[in-house]
T-cell receptor, first 114, second 115 residues
Framework: NAGVTQTPKFQVLKTGQSMTLQCAQD?????MSWYRQDPGMGLRLIHY???????DQGEVPNGYNVSRSTTEDFPLRLLSAAPSQTSVYFC?????????????FGSGTRLTVV | GENVEQHPSTLSVQEGDSAVIKCTYS??????FPWYKQELGKRPQLIID?????GEKKDQRIAVTLNKTAKHFSLHITETQPEDSAVYFC??????????????FGTGTRLTIIP
């Protein structure tokens, strides 16, 4: 039982490049979400999913896409990287559809856009 | 999602003293109240939670109390130790209104334990 696995752990991108941050969980959690955390700041919700085939926008969705084709995977795509997207990205999942039971977080992806 | 306010934003306490962090929420139907701890450079982790049918829950040096009437819940840490230094977040989930499944976190409280 690996929990929530995020890859890569570190990434440097050039402005305009695209990439996908991977997130997988093996706990059969329905609810998955992506957050970004800027230095000294809290967690801001980018996108979330309440189950396979269902996604919705969070607080800061611009510049990001997601899909949820399986219960296990919830990748986050950066369409055209910008320096403002430099941040630490956390994927999280929960058994309860709305976080009840607590969230399990991945170890994070530290992204730098130059 | 919920409107969540967390106070204070920073807190420094002497080692061995107690610390209290308060989280105020807006949704009167909320029924689950968790606290997360994030150490420097690490992921947030659930440390304690409480459901609405209980007023207080304790786990060794940490406890959570709930006041549903006033719509706030608090994290209490007693006999603080250096390893308690971290950022603490509250995150009461939204209730079952379709289209309102956004789980937002409080702004966080940076707790520093002074040796």
């Amino acid at each position: 039982n690996a929990g929530v696995t995020q890859t890569p752990k570190f990434q440097v991108l050039k402005t305009g490049q695209s990439m996908t941050l991977q997130c997988a969980q093996d706990m059969n959690h329905e609810y998955m979400s992506w957050y970004r955390q800027d230095p000294g700041m809290g967690l801001r919700l980018i996108h979330y999913s309440v189950g396979a085939g269902i996604t919705d926008q969070g607080e800061v969705p611009n510049g990001y896409n997601v899909s949820r084709s399986t219960t296990e995977d919830f990748p986050l795509r950066l369409l055209s990287a910008a320096p403002s997207q430099t941040s630490v990205y956390f994927c999280a999942s929960s058994y309860g559809v709305r976080g009840s039971g607590g969230y399990t977080f991945g170890s994070g992806t530290r992204l730098t856009v130059v | 999602g919920e409107n969540v306010e967390q106070h204070p934003s920073t807190l420094s306490v002497q080692e061995g003293d107690s610390a209290v962090i308060k989280c105020t929420y807006s949704d009167s139907a909320s029924n689950y109240f968790p606290w997360y701890k994030q150490e420097l450079g690490k992921r947030p982790q659930l440390i304690i939670d409480i459901r609405s049918n209980v007023g207080e829950k304790k786990d060794q040096r940490i406890a959570v109390t709930l006041n549903k009437t006033a719509k706030h819940f608090s994290l209490h840490i007693t006999e603080t130790q250096p390893e308690d230094s971290a950022v603490y977040f509250c995150a009461p989930p939204p209730t079952t209104n379709f289209g309102n499944e956004k789980l937002t976190f409080g702004t966080g409280t940076r707790l520093t334990i002074i040796p």
